[in-house]
């Protein structure tokens, strides 16, 4: 585990300045995740409201493969707004990711369905999936290199709140399932009631915006500022830099994200399996997705701060391993013995293997870059993964469970994936000798 220290003379933040820059480091982390589990919540219902079909499987892999798709863009986000966190700051990098993130939320609120527009309503909806792709291409690099830079000693509690906040996301947005389904008609629900948690989203935008308006950059990143300005002859260049001389890194930080991103997206289709497999109602689905979500949110940044003592490597791979190990038998006691109880428990013991493994992922992912290029490593490598191994999982596991009937298709991909971090993991141990 690489250590470091504040800066000569930089000022030690207070308690009440380190709670404020969490929040504004997760807030836009939160709402992006928000905004990402609502849609896969929900895509039952957007299926038919926007993308109509000849049969139901064909009208969801439309409205799942539009969500894979955005993806795509993702890169591209964090290649523009990584760079510009690395040149022009973490700060301003964060300003511009929320702006966006804002107005594409706001397009899939106020979006008519394709029995009022046509065409116009799908297309409205993959375009405000790419702008929410690309603004958050580049929302985890900046805020994760935000964080981390201001309590360099406690990079793994810093940086674990930016997961601890997508549990927070998917708390809230589970709670907006629950609810709806469980109080609404169906009626309703398309009519209207699909659209609330977007409208709540789109109002924890201008809250973001403004604490993040009113943080400071980190000490670590100011001496860096300096010491680049001291050479001007140089042109500071993130991306060139990063592809010329660091895609090793690059590659070990996407593998390493592996089984946390295809973790995440498996959850976030949960409701959608419990449906179309375990044939239970809406509301089990989002019922045992809030327990997840509550278990990600408490144990995450416990783990992120053990990891500043024990090493980020070793509780990643023993997390990793029982991910490996248990993740079969737990698909196959769901589809055994199809119920709420069962489900629950199902959901709880991944959620609380993905805490234990993404609680000190951001910040092994910040000591495999150097400062200079930490954000823009970040967001590309974060992107990457996120884009091959998590936006398309949903696409992927139901076009497994077509193709082969078997119900199961979860937990092989998600061994899959648990083996390649593995490997990535030893690769980090050994190459970079990070713990």
């Known amino acids: 585990m690489n250590t470091s220290t504040l800066p000569a003379g930089a000022v030690r933040p207070s308690a009440a300045q380190v709670h404020r820059i969490i929040l504004a480091a997760s807030i836009g982390n939160a709402l992006e995740w928000f905004d990402l589990v609502v849609y896969g919540f929900f895509a039952v219902t957007i299926a038919k409201l926007f993308f109509p079909a000849s049969t139901e499987a064909i009208s969801l892999m439309l409205t799942l493969g539009t969500f894979g798709i955005s993806y795509l863009i993702r890169p591209l986000g964090g290649f523009v707004l990584g760079s510009f966190a690395d040149r022009a700051g973490r700060k301003a990098s964060m300003l511009l990711s929320i702006a966006l993130m804002m107005i594409g939320t706001l397009l899939i609120a106020i979006m008519p369905g394709y029995a009022t527009i046509g065409l116009w309503a799908p297309f409205g909806i993959l375009l ?74 789109l109002a924890i935008g201008p809250v973001g915006f ?10 670590e990143f100011d001496a860096q500022q300096k010491t680049l300005m001291q050479t001007p002859a140089q042109t500071h260049s993130p991306v060139r830099e990063l592809l010329v001389t660091q895609k090793t890194r690059v590659l070990l930080a996407v593998g390493a994200l592996v089984i946390s991103t295809a973790a995440n997206y498996m959850i976030l289709y949960m409701p959608t399996y419990a449906i179309k497999q375990l044939h239970l109602p809406a509301a089990t689905g989002f019922a045992a997705t809030l327990a997840t979500g509550f278990v990600l949110t408490v144990l995450t940044p416990v783990i992120g701060h053990w990891s500043d003592t024990a090493g980020r490597v070793r509780l990643m791979a023993a997390a990793a391993l029982l991910m490996l190990a248990t993740v079969y038998p737990t698909f196959a006691c769901m589809n055994r013995h199809a119920s709420f109880a069962t489900m629950l428990v199902a959901m709880t013991w991944i959620g609380a293997l993905k805490a234990a493994y993404f609680g000190a992922l951001p910040a092994l992912m910040s000591e495999i870059f150097p400062i200079r290029t930490r954000a823009t490593g970040l967001a590309v490598s974060y992107n990457i993964g996120v884009t091959v191994f998590g936006g398309f999982a949903p696409f992927i596991i139901t076009w497994l469970i077509a193709a082969s009937g078997n119900k199961l298709a979860p937990g092989f991909y998600l061994m899959f994936c648990a083996v390649l971090s593995l490997i990535a993991l030893y690769a980090v141990r050994t190459r970079l000798r990070i713990r």
């Open 128 to 201: 405000s999936r790419l702008m929410q792709g690309f603004s958050a291409g580049g929302e985890f690099g900046c805020s994760t290199a935000f964080l981390v830079e201001h309590a360099p000693e406690r990079r793994g509690f810093m940086g674990s709140w930016q997961f601890a906040s997508q549990g927070l996301a998917t708390l809230l947005a589970s709670g907006f399932g629950a609810l709806l389904t469980s109080q609404l008609s169906g009626a309703q629900l398309e009519s209207w009631g699909w659209r609330i948690p977007f409208f709540f989203g």
């Open 210 to 219: 403004y604490i993040r308006k009113y943080v400071d950059e980190a000490a």
